[in-house]
């Protein structure tokens, strides 16, 4: 089968589209013959290496050759022991826990992480959700209707999801991306819209929530920005930022009454398939910015890490 693989840390020059083994579903797993896949922050992360925890497992070489997790496919064939699926069922789920491997054309996933791909979604919407999905759910669960949220890097997958979230529930959102997305951000319900480029968030608010995407300032600038009892919390950024909300960050919070920290993502079906039955309803849209081959995965890759995407980039492996 074909497959994006790379064997460096580095730019997507280390990408390379080769022929290799197809793999065979052990216990509890299922094959997935793939047809879209999605990009997502870790697959830019763990290409080059940086920041530091994504080379956790593969310290010099990637532990892992197969770059892509959020998938979405058809069950090709199913291991022992494996029993809620069948040969041909439409899935999709996300495979980052287990090993990723999404940019092929066939991937082993547990039968525990896939879900079954709701009929009113594309294989391309459904790619784009698991991933996304969780984030944005979570994030905005720690939000109360009327407060005030902010988020950043607000204009990419989970940051669009979290802002038609957050909007349905009453949450009076600001939201941060560079200028060329302010348009998106407000087009999808956010009462406010921030260049980072021309404008300091930190200095402004109160906010009741601020959610970070991409987080690499200091925690008592984030505290600046906080209402009285407010919370902050890192989804991704710099492991200087990771490690100092992680230590420093509940220390300050004692001492002011603020909340700041790391929100850990729990993953697999339960986590995104209320936001999927949502979108699949109406209520909220998937943000889909375009679409490359799996020749173009070094393009796809490109064009997300370089924060050009406005909203989630898929990857169509094979028509259907």
Not at 206 to 215: F, G, K
Request: with cysteine; glycine share 14%; charged share 20%.
């Amino acid at each position: 089968m074909r497959a994006v693989v790379y064997e460096q840390y580095g730019g997507p020059e280390k990408l390379g589209v080769r022929e290799v083994p197809m793999p065979a579903p052990g216990r509890g797993e299922v094959l997935v013959e793939v047809v879209a896949t999605s990009v997502n922050l870790s697959d830019w992360e763990h290409l080059r290496g940086t920041p530091a925890y994504a080379r956790i497992g593969g310290l010099r070489r990637p532990r892992t050759t197969i770059l892509g997790s959020d998938v979405a496919g058809l069950v090709a064939a199913v291991g022992e022991g494996a029993t809620r699926f069948t040969v041909g069922d439409a899935v999709y789920g996300d495979t980052l826990a287990h090993g990723s491997g999404g940019f092929a054309e066939y991937v082993v996933v547990p039968e525990t992480a896939l879900a079954p791909k709701p009929r009113q979604l594309s294989f391309a919407e459904a790619s784009a959700l698991p991933q996304a999905g969780a984030i944005a759910a979570q994030a905005v669960a720690l939000a109360a209707a009327g407060s005030r949220m902010l988020i950043n890097g607000a204009g990419g997958g989970s940051g669009s999801l979290a802002i038609q979230l957050a909007v349905a529930e009453g949450v009076r959102v600001t939201a941060v991306d560079n200028a060329g997305k302010l348009d998106h951000i407000r087009a999808l319900g956010a009462e406010r819209a921030i260049d980072y480029r021309s404008e300091d968030f930190t200095r402004g608010g109160p906010y009741d929530l601020i959610v970070d995407l991409v987080a690499h300032r200091s925690i008592f600038a984030y505290r600046r920005a906080l209402a009285r009892g407010g919370r902050c919390v890192m989804v991704g950024g710099t492991a200087r930022t990771l490690l100092r909300m992680s230590t420093i960050g509940p220390l300050l919070g004692l001492l002011t009454g603020a909340h700041l920290g790391v929100l850990f993502v729990r993953q697999g079906p339960k986590q995104f398939e209320p936001v999927a039955r949502r979108c699949a309803n109406g209520e909220i849209g998937v943000p889909i910015d375009r679409e490359f081959t799996l020749e173009e995965v070094p393009e796809a890759l490109a064009w997300h890490g370089e924060g050009k995407a406005i909203g989630k980039v898929v990857v169509a492996v094979r028509p259907v």
